[in-house]
């Protein structure tokens, strides 16, 4: 190999480790970084679907059979 392409090779390797790493944690903190849900998650007792409504609703309608249901809890 001529010196210009080893010194290409040894300027290019650090360069290309920095842009991996970079896209390696940019996917790691995507996968820690969760969105935060503001609405209540609600179950039907007559038609049993599960949906989820506003944070301020205390009842909400069903929209499958329009049965008011209070929130779920796990």
Known sequence: MKTDE????????PVVAIIGY???????RKQFTKPVTT????????????YTDDEDVGLSPCPNCGTTNEEFKF
């Not at 080893?6 to 390797?13: F, K, S």
């Not at 970079?22 to 790691?28: E, L, M, V």
């Not at 609405?39 to 599960?50: A, D, L, Q, T």
Request: glycine share 0%.
């Open 22 to 28: 970079y896209f390696y944690f940019a996917k790691r």
């Open 39 to 50: 609405e209540k998650i609600f179950r039907c007792v007559n038609c049993k679907m599960v």
């Open 6 to 13: 080893l010194i290409m090779l040894y300027a290019l390797i």
